[in-house]
């Protein structure tokens, strides 16, 4: 006959649902969630349960941790040997634990989370505040569960004399829930719980008076009240912890920068090695070496500094950029009531001192009916010595010890508990000195007795008893706190030349686009040569600047990119530049109209923009500086495709001359151009007619002299005339004529520039040639003249556009003496 099969026909989801349910509930109640009474897991609970019922304790020799990790995965904890051994070695760890609960001989890791040796070679055995950890636990102050295999009893919770879920913290990730608490010095916890017994109505800000912040056993710098506040108010928050650092002279006019405390769980040996890629890396100037220069004398990291290196700007960099400061996030989670909760101080210290509350009653009851029970047995005790003879008489006579007992309990009225007291009692007790020491104890038992009553029927003793405790653990453990406390994070400014290696370069670029910086000695050994571009391009800018500088590049859609003068491509001088395509993402038809030197981004310079539509527009230079270059920003607002015809760094007293195309000339000082936001539009510049544009603008001081307008026109004419040849005007005018109208082919500005005796400008006709000319030979002319014809427009096309040939300049020389 078939056995009959019994499945359970279910669809895969609900057993996959119910499953993970239970899974994910083991998880968080049974592993990696500490209980807000003893603030243990229940791995961490069972270590030292075991080993306190092995007399594993302070006061006895040390023994090999093989040994309790037996007992503890073969009486409490059926998993895995090294998940147990790895959680006693953690709280055997000094730079872990403020408090360490086990004390371990032997390798039990380090701080640069090397592994422990294994259990077989270490030993290890309570630490003292681990036994007031279990103080009183034979008192029946906690609740007992059978053990896995119901053959023998773990307890719930442990009594904790001292509130470790604040004093050592906890860390743990479970399904759904994730619990990060910071350890705290004993000291504080324990005056602000006595503080919130005192005074239940206490503020959290009130606490937070006693209670600094967290107290790290490694020590360091906590940074952000709010940050803490926050998280003492909610159980979720954030605060800047960072490495304690000093700067040290060395000889030579040298510095070196030595760290001896760095944040909590942050791996020594990875910060070191990190400080040290940096300096390979060369990301960070001025670092000579990185030594660890640890003993047994405690931590040290030493980072030697080069001459004359930035030794706080190393610092700020090494802070912001590996882990001698971090951001550590509170999340203050813990097993309240079975379940997990997120906890804020005052719910922490409800927690622990409810537990507390439990835990004394619980143990004076026990100390009550001890001592009742007691009282009894000597009260009946000393009523048998006063008849003793008649005793010895009845006990001869019986036939055993039972009806020993039955014959005195019916002759003297004894109960049977004193009954049994009398015929255990040994011979030698009967002597007469007996009957004092039994009436003292019987006295100081009724005293006893009394006591643990009043304990019981007032709250107010029972609270003050757990003051008493708490204040005698404050002083058998508590410690200085080790962690500073500061209000304000920090702002970490790092200035460009921390970073970068100082360095004079020459920089070029040129209209279509081709960037790049040349060493000096590059330069200096083919500066002969010419300098290397496609045919139809032109250099815009050719200057000797520091690779701590800024190159603005704009371009003819009004945009701009801030580009760092050392992210300029490297090449030599005989070779091509690189494209701006590979540093930013610029559009096809976008070309670079000029390129701005910039050392400081300061307040008091201004930008100022000129429009082929007439606008005009001026911008504190302050708000240019970015971070970011790899997507040009907008520089101003351009409407109605507009272009950007040219930009100015101005110092706010200067002239601006403009020319339009129908040869209109209009000159006015800046002041008439009002500072505005960045990405604004501006002010018209000049008005314009029909078909008129703006071909150029100029900026002019009073050094002028030397300085003369130079006007191209489509028809090869050129003329070069003094400033002073027109009028100053105002803003938005039409400006004066500065050629001489023709009824048939006038002649229509396509090149405007101010010049001096060194300048040569080259012309570019339709047809693509090119010629030099030097506005210095031709004669000074005045507004109503055409000039001077320089070549044939009918054989060599109309000149469509000039240029001014660059000259290297060294822009910031009287800046850097």
Not at 73 to 81: F, L, R, T
Not at 112 to 130: C, F, H, K, Q, V
Not at 339 to 345: C, R
Request: aromatic fraction near 6%; charge should be neutral; charged fraction near 30%.
């Amino acid at each position: 006959m078939a056995v009959e099969e019994k499945y359970l026909d279910l669809p895969l989801e609900d057993v996959m649902g119910d499953r993970f349910g239970r899974y994910s509930k083991y998880i968080i109640q049974d592993r990696a969630l500490p209980d807000a009474r003893d603030g243990l897991k229940p791995v961490q609970r069972r270590i030292l349960y075991a080993m306190h019922e092995e007399k594993n304790t302070h006061d006895k020799p040390f023994r090999k941790s093989a040994k309790t990790v037996g007992t503890v995965i073969g009486n409490y904890h059926p998993h895995g040997d090294s998940s147990v051994y790895d959680a006693m070695v953690r709280l055997s760890q000094t730079w872990k634990l403020r408090n360490v609960l086990v004390e371990m001989h032997g390798n039990n890791g380090s701080v640069d989370g090397d592994p422990p040796a294994a259990m077989r070679y270490t030993e290890a055995r309570l630490s003292a505040i681990a036994s007031e950890m279990l103080r009183d636990i034979d008192k029946e102050t906690v609740d007992y569960i059978p053990n896995f295999d119901d053959s023998i009893d773990e307890p719930v919770v442990l009594p904790a004399r001292i509130p470790n879920l604040l004093v050592n913290g906890s860390t743990g990730i479970s399904a759904g829930y994730a619990t990060e608490i910071p350890p705290h010095n004993l000291g504080e916890v324990i005056d602000a719980i006595i503080k919130r017994l005192d005074k239940p109505s206490v503020t959290i800000e009130e606490l937070l008076e006693i209670i600094k912040g967290p107290d790290f056993p490694t020590g360091g710098i906590i940074q952000g009240y709010e940050g803490l506040k926050k998280a003492y108010q909610t159980g979720k928050g954030k605060v800047v912890v960072r490495g304690k650092a000093t700067i040290e002279p060395l000889k030579g006019n040298r510095e070196q920068i030595v760290i001896d405390e760095i944040p909590y769980e942050v791996n020594k040996a990875a910060l070191v090695k990190r400080m040290d890629e940096l300096r390979i890396d060369r990301k960070v100037e001025g670092i000579a070496e990185v030594r660890d220069e640890t003993d047994r004398t405690g931590l040290r990291i030493v980072v030697e500094l080069k001459k004359n290196a930035d030794s706080q700007g190393v610092l700020n960099y090494l802070y912001k950029n590996t882990d001698l400061q971090i951001t550590y996030h509170f999340n203050m989670v813990a097993i309240k009531d079975k379940t997990p909760q997120l906890l804020n101080l005052t719910q922490m210290i409800d927690a622990y001192v409810n537990h507390q509350k439990e835990v004394v009653t619980r143990q004076t009851r026990f100390d009550l009916n001890k001592a009742e029970k007691r009282a009894h047995i000597v009260e009946g005790l000393i009523k048998a010595v006063s008849i003793l003879d008649e005793l010895i008489q009845t006990i001869r006579a019986s036939k055993d010890k039972q009806d020993a007992k039955k014959r005195i309990m019916q002759a003297y009225g004894f109960t049977e508990i004193q009954a049994e007291a009398i015929v255990t009692l040994q011979l030698y007790r009967l002597t007469n000195t007996d009957i004092t020491a039994l009436e003292k104890e019987a006295a100081e038992l009724e005293e006893a007795v009394k006591k643990y009553q009043l304990i019981l029927s007032d709250e107010k003793n029972l609270l003050a008893v757990i003051k008493k405790d708490l204040r005698n653990m404050k002083k058998s453990y508590a410690e200085a706190r080790r962690t500073k406390v500061e209000k304000e994070i920090e702002e970490l400014k790092i200035n460009v030349e921390v970073t970068v290696a100082s360095e004079d370069v020459i920089t070029s670029v040129t209209e279509q686009g081709y960037l790049k910086r040349t060493s000096i000695r590059s330069y200096t050994a083919s500066s002969d040569e010419d300098f290397s571009m496609k045919e139809d391009d032109h250099l815009i800018s050719l200057l000797e600047l520091n690779t701590t500088d800024h190159l603005l590049l704009f371009t003819n859609k009004g945009r701009y990119m801030p580009i760092p003068v050392h992210q300029l491509p490297d090449i030599r001088w005989k070779e091509l530049g690189q494209h701006i395509s590979n540093i930013a993402s610029i559009d096809k038809d976008e070309t670079i109209v000029k390129a701005i030197p910039i050392r400081h981004f300061e307040k008091n310079k201004y930008l100022i923009f000129f429009t082929k539509n007439g606008m005009v527009k001026k911008t504190t230079l302050d708000q240019y500086q970015s971070q970011r270059f790899s997507r040009p920003l907008i520089a101003l607002n351009l409407k109605n495709d507009d272009q950007l015809v040219n930009v100015y760094e101005t110092d706010g007293k200067q002239d601006i001359f403009i020319a339009t195309n129908k040869g209109y000339g209009l000159w006015y000082n800046e002041s008439e151009v009002t500072p505005i936001g960045q990405r604004a539009s501006g002010v018209k510049a000049i008005q314009l007619k029909d078909d008129e544009f703006v071909v150029n603008a100029v900026m002019m001081n009073e050094n002028n002299e030397k300085r003369h307008l130079f006007v191209m026109t489509q028809r090869g004419a050129c003329k070069q005339m003094t400033v002073n040849r027109f009028e100053k005007s105002a803003r938005a005018k039409k400006g004066l004529v500065m050629l001489r109208e023709l009824k048939s082919k006038p002649h229509r500005i396509v090149g405007f520039d101010i010049v001096t005796d060194a300048d040569v400008m080259t012309m570019i006709t339709a047809k693509g040639e090119r010629h030099e000319v030097k506005p210095t030979d031709l004669p000074l002319s005045d507004r109503y003249s055409n000039g001077s014809y320089v070549i044939d427009t009918d054989i060599e096309g109309e000149v469509i556009n000039i240029k001014s040939k660059q000259e290297l300049t060294k822009v910031f020389e009287d800046e850097k003496e």
